[in-house]
């Protein structure tokens, strides 16, 4: 239980840019305390070298909704997604999904973002945002009705609406109560 929380504590810790040993340290970008789980999702793309608002856009897209700018740690889409950016219970990422930390938004950003690291080797940015949701580089994947556009948008379209949201949140960001 102790390692489990060092292990917690070090994964949110924050990452400063230049961090000594770090080749893709990145400073926390000013929306984070706007967005939930901002530190979590923030410290994961780091790791992975990843665009920070990515990541939080697919956080936004899998476990928000269509003009939230925030995800939620919940098991979703009929009992098969776990957790911030909703690993998936069925196929390859069983084992992590039904584990112990699937609901642990910091483990669970960053199992989200090797995947998604893993995906970027293989596809474009595109590609890869779409074969987290649908397997493939080239599928729609799910729909997004969002307000005022006649169109429902697909996965990767809908996700980098979420990250124009993020983008263009107040600087300094500010949580309101």
């Not at 924050?14 to 893709?24: I, M, R, Y």
């Not at 070298?49 to 476990?63: G, H, K």
């Amino acid at each position: 239980m102790v390692f489990r929380a060092l292990v917690l504590l070090a994964m949110a810790a924050p990452v400063v840019a230049g961090a000594a040993g770090s080749s893709h340290a990145q400073p926390y970008p000013y929306w984070q305390p706007c967005v939930q789980f901002g530190g979590e999702i923030a410290a994961a793309a780091a790791r992975h070298n990843l665009n920070q608002s990515l990541l939080a856009a697919m956080a936004a897209q899998e476990t928000g909704s269509a003009g939230h700018d925030s995800g939620s740690n919940i098991i979703g889409d009929q009992g098969h997604g776990f957790g911030l950016l909703q690993i998936d219970n069925r196929g390859v990422h069983q084992s992590f999904a039904e584990g112990p930390n699937a609901m642990v938004p910091a483990y669970n950003a960053d199992y989200a973002a090797t995947f998604l690291e893993e995906l970027l080797s293989k596809y474009d940015e595109r590609g890869s945002v779409s074969a987290y949701n649908a397997g493939l580089p080239t599928r729609c994947g799910s729909k997004t009705s969002w307000p005022g556009d006649p169109q429902p948008l697909c996965y990767a379209d809908s996700v980098y609406r979420h990250q124009t949201q993020i983008s263009n949140l107040p600087n300094p960001c500010r949580i309101h109560p």
